[in-house]
């Protein structure tokens, strides 16, 4: 009881999912008796608490397709299993706030940090990156508030506007979940020194486009913050996502 399901809309005559979801606490659980087969429950759901007078659908836009779907799929379960512990969630590198809808779908009641220029790219760096200065600049909060508007509860959502690390000024908090996204070494760097120090016990930091051939600086930041901090538990998932565990 009390756990927080993520309900994904599947169409089973393409074998796909569509991209977006539903999220629903446990509020019943009847298991056994009235004529329920040995090792069936049934579940009551209830709207989350945070949406209780907004009831909505997470809604991922133009964003969705296979792979991102998968990513989808991915940044859910990692959420997941950061529920039960303390501390807020962040997300470096929000854009048009697909991922950050993703995020904030599974876990409404968390507060979300959002760092970005919401101007584009800042710091790429020829040397290591493929991406330039600029590039993503097509977005505005109002348009990240509407992707994330299904459930919003203005308190929880905290946007850091400008570049980031400058930005950062939660020194006194902790966090359980991170997504950097940022497509460049700068950024990806700077994420691993402001949040790495700052994460629970259990708390993890999901990097997208890991050996992606468009952004080789996040896996030189990445590679390098592993020699530097040898035994911190890691994981890569399909398509292309980089998991530390702190
Ligand atoms: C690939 S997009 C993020 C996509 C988004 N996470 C998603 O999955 O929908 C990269 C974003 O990183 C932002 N960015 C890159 N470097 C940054 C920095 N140092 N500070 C703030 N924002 C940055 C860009 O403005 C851009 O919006």
């Known amino acids: 009881m009390g756990d927080i399901l993520v309900l994904e809309e599947y169409n089973?005559?393409?074998?796909?999912?569509?991209?977006?979801?539903?999220?629903r606490k446990?509020?019943?659980k009847l298991a056994g008796g009235f004529g329920l087969q040995d090792g069936f429950c049934v579940l009551g759901m209830g709207l989350l608490d945070t949406e209780a007078n907004r009831p909505g659908r997470l809604r991922l836009g133009t964003a969705a397709g296979k792979e991102n779907t998968m990513r989808y799929g991915v940044i859910r379960d990692t959420v997941a299993m950061t529920l039960p512990l303390e501390g807020d969630m962040a997300e470096i590198g929000?854009?048009?706030?697909?991922?950050?809808?993703?995020a904030h779908g599974v876990a409404p009641h968390k507060t979300l940090?959002?760092?970005?220029?919401?101007q584009g790219v800042v710091k790429a760096d020829s040397s290591v990156d493929v991406h330039s200065n600029g590039d993503f600049s097509d977005t505005t909060v109002e348009t990240v508030r509407e992707a994330l508007g299904w459930t919003l509860?203005?308190?929880?959502?905290v946007f850091h506007v400008g570049e980031f690390p400058s930005t950062f000024t939660e020194q006194d908090r902790k966090f359980c979940f991170v997504y950097s996204d940022t497509d460049?070494?700068?950024?990806?760097?700077?994420?691993?020194a402001i949040f790495a120090p700052r994460m629970v016990p259990g708390g993890k930091i999901m990097f997208d486009d890991y050996e992606w051939h468009g952004c080789p600086g996040v896996k030189k930041a990445i590679t390098e913050f592993l020699i530097e901090n040898e035994g911190i538990q890691h994981a890569i998932a399909e398509p292309r996502q980089f998991i530390l565990t702190f």
């Open 26 to 28: 446990v509020i019943y």
């Open 153 to 157: 509860d203005e308190t929880r959502l």
């Open 12 to 23: 089973p005559d393409t074998w796909t999912y569509s991209g977006e979801a539903i999220s």
């Open 94 to 102: 929000v854009w048009r706030g697909a991922s950050a809808a993703v």
């Open 184 to 192: 460049t070494y700068f950024g990806t760097k700077a994420t691993l």
């Open 113 to 118: 940090h959002l760092y970005d220029t919401f």
